[in-house]
């Protein structure tokens, strides 16, 4: 460690010599927090560029190069007026900003950045089984075949309890009989979305929010709006049976994949199970591992 501090000290009077500037001390640490700070500013940029965001920032831009323009010709009250404005502009941003800014502290708090670390998701008896895979998938195709439309949200690590409460208390194992029940025509629960949470429908006739993406076509129709706005907002798996051609599409992370067949379905969900079972084995590890440590701990210190 001496030796690269030295290294650095070197590369640093190396730097003054050339420059004829003062000579600048280069640690360790310094190296790590230009690194960090580099890192940030290409996340930023990249979400910047990956959203709305950057129409946006391409104004600001435009306004910040004005202003530059007029302080260098003296212009000054352009100038009084962009330094009366500039507090109100730092709240018009975040207010501006607000649907991103939103969605990036969710995916900064995600599970892959800090699931090593902090687990606030469910216990393992709340994971849904194959069977209940099957059911979906039997239920769907079976609505499909009678037009029947239905919106069904499978739940992974991000609670949906603000979208539960709006809807009706279910609270039963999941069964295929049940969704079709639940879907049929002029029936008190069929409109809205059912959530479903491990094997078990908690809810009906939940209100979802619609995404606004102005990738999506125009010809989707209400229910698959909402499913691709739910999977906009969390991690979760979501099925739409259209009721006017009967054909099976699944919404997940903003995208929505449509006319999907069985074994497509049972994929996708495959994965969101074996993505949970394996999420739960890390935890287990992680919780077996602090438990020895601290019997050794115990044990030592006995």
Same mark, same amino acid.
């Given at each position: ?21 003062? #000579? ?47 302080? &260098? &010709? ?92 709006? !809807? ?21 629960? #069929? ?29 989707? !129709?209400?229910? #698959? ?20 051609? !009967? ?10 994949? #449509? ?18 079972? !394996? ?24």
């Amino acid at each position: 460690m001496q030796d690269f501090q030295t290294m650095l000290n070197d590369f640093g009077e190396r730097i003054s010599t050339l420059s004829g500037l003062p #000579h600048v001390s280069i640690s360790l640490v310094d190296i790590i927090e230009i690194i960090i700070i580099s890192f940030l500013f290409y996340q930023v940029l990249l979400w910047i560029k990956s959203t709305r965001a950057w129409n946006l920032f391409k104004g600001i831009m435009i306004i910040l190069i004005f202003v530059l323009v007029a302080a &260098f &010709f003296q212009m000054n009250t352009i100038l009084w007026l962009a330094e009366k404005t500039f507090n109100v502009g730092l709240i018009a941003i975040v207010v501006i900003f607000q649907p991103e800014l939103r969605k990036a502290l969710e995916n900064l708090g995600g599970k892959k950045f800090l699931g090593y670390f902090f687990f606030f998701g469910r216990t393992e008896n709340e994971r849904f089984t194959d069977r209940t895979i099957e059911e979906l998938i039997k239920a769907c195709y079976a609505m499909g075949k009678v037009k029947t439309g239905a919106l069904i949200v499978i739940e992974d690590e991000i609670l949906l309890n603000e979208y539960v409460r709006t !809807g009706i208390d279910v609270d039963a194992v999941l069964s295929s009989q049940l969704l079709i029940n639940i879907f049929e025509k002029n029936t008190p629960l #069929h409109d809205g979305a059912v959530i479903v949470r491990g094997d078990r429908v908690v809810s009906a006739t939940c209100y979802l929010p619609l995404s606004d993406s102005l990738s999506l076509s125009k010809d989707l !129709g209400t229910r #698959h709006r909402a499913a691709v706005g739910i999977s906009e907002v969390s991690d979760s798996l979501t099925i739409v049976v259209s009721e006017e051609t !009967g054909k099976v599409s699944a919404a997940f992370k903003g995208i929505i994949f #449509h006319d999907v067949d069985a074994d497509f379905l049972r994929e996708k969900l495959k994965q969101l199970q074996n993505h949970n079972q !394996g999420e739960t084995s890390k935890l287990r590890i992680w919780k077996r591992r602090f438990r020895n440590g601290k019997e050794t701990s115990e044990i030592s210190d006995k």
